[in-house]
């Protein structure tokens, strides 16, 4: 990236806040400027250059169910620029269940000072990036960890930050795709008719719809429970996401007795 590109990056990001239930910039927390990801485009690429393989390697948690990797989410774009350029200490809010962590990537500019110093149970590694500008260098850690930026005393620093998700793959993705339009589903037609029939409900009082799964799923252990819903398949899947779309807050539940006409009506399906 060239001098003039920096200077236009430096030049048109904004201060950046920090999130106490709104918005707020304080410099004498962290003094930095800022872009979102919607108002930059970048050609690089953690995939390409083999990063995000690395991080999957060394950081991927051990996740209930077959979790297939990480997915790295471009995030913002910040420019730390001397004097005193900094972040204090903090540990970042996850954005979903599926965070795991953040990844920053800083790009080739020259500068003195600006380490970034993680913190996790008594442990501090520094990574000091400062120097002739050559490499793309690039650092990332667990979302419970403690970070900071120290001052910059001299040039400044264009950094990347991706937020690093868990990636549901084949057999794990109900309740975390987009892909499937629920409106196109004919049980969507159904279920959303019976909920505009005033006679499907009595009046005022609402009520439970239950859905006896399709197929079977193991329960009876502490690992595949947390696996639940994103494993539904079938039939089971598309009702979950019916409801989902509809906002009945679907629950799924172990049956642990059946009476006999529902076991029969079972056992035809």
């Known amino acids: 990236m060239a001098d003039m590109e ?3 990056a430096a030049t048109a ?3 950046a806040t920090r999130f106490q239930g709104k918005d707020v910039i304080d410099k004498s927390y962290r003094k930095a400027s800022k872009l979102d990801a919607t108002q930059f485009s970048t050609d690089f690429c953690p995939y390409e250059v083999g ?3 690395v991080v999957a390697q060394a950081l ?3 996740w209930p169910g077959d979790f297939q990797g990480i997915r790295a989410q471009l995030y913002k774009l910040n420019v730390y620029q001397a004097p005193s350029g900094l972040f204090k200490p903090h540990v970042d809010t996850p954005r979903s269940d599926l965070q795991f962590g953040s990844l920053v990537v800083c790009l080739p500019c020259e500068h003195q000072g600006g380490q970034l ?4 149970q008594g442990l501090c590694i520094t990574f000091d990036w400062a120097g002739p500008a050559k490499d793309i ?3 990332a850690f667990y979302s419970d960890c403690e970070h900071e930026v120290l001052e910059f005393t001299s040039g400044h620093r264009i950094t990347l930050t991706y937020n690093l998700y868990v990636r549901c793959g084949l057999g794990e993705l109900t309740g975390h795709t987009n892909a499937m339009d629920v409106q196109q589903l004919p049980l969507y037609q159904q279920v959303k008719a019976a909920l505009e029939d005033p006679s499907f409900f009595p009046e005022d009082s609402g009520g439970i719809m239950d859905r006896y799964c399709s197929h079977a799923y193991a329960h009876a252990n502490n690992v595949m429970p947390k696996t639940l819903p994103a494993i539904l398949k079938g039939g089971d899947m ?3 996401e019916v409801f989902r779309f509809l906002g009945i807050a679907p629950r799924v539940r172990p049956v642990l007795d059946l009476d006999e006409d529902t076991r ?3 056992g035809h399906l």
């Open 137 to 139: 260098q690039w650092a």
């Open 6 to 8: 920096h200077d236009g």
């Open 13 to 15: 990001s904004h201060d």
């Open 60 to 62: 991927l948690p051990k």
């Open 238 to 240: 598309v009702a979950f």
């Open 264 to 266: 029969d009506w079972l």
């Open 51 to 53: 990063i995000v393989d």
């Open 117 to 120: 110093v993680v913190r996790h």
